[in-house]
């Protein structure tokens, strides 16, 4: 059996391009502290560490991130102690 023809002509191509964008990216991100949860003495100061895409900064699953060696994750501080001074 002879195999299809596409009438004639140059040969056609055995492999093309695909995949021509970059894999997407995921980071860590720690925004910053917020206010002494306290108005005097000891406190806490809270902030958000989340995972974002690289490209479009959206925030998504932190499984996205579980992988990636940034030292957030190595010691996520989602608290700071604080201290404004005795009441």
């Given amino acids: ?7 004639g002509g140059a040969k056609p191509a055995v492999s093309v391009d695909c995949n021509q964008f970059a894999c997407e990216k995921y980071e860590w991100y720690a925004g910053e502290f917020g206010r002494c949860s306290e108005p005097c003495d000891p ?3 809270e902030r ?3 995972c974002r895409s690289t490209t479009t900064q959206a925030y998504v699953a932190d499984s996205f991130c579980l992988s990636q060696t ?3 994750l190595a010691a996520p501080v989602y608290f700071e102690d604080c201290d404004l001074g005795p009441c």
């Avoid at 059996?1 to 009438?7: I, N, T």
């Fill in 1 to 7: 059996a002879r195999p299809a023809s596409d009438g």
């Fill in 43 to 45: 406190g806490v100061r």
């Fill in 48 to 50: 958000d560490v989340v």
């Fill in 70 to 72: 940034n030292p957030v």
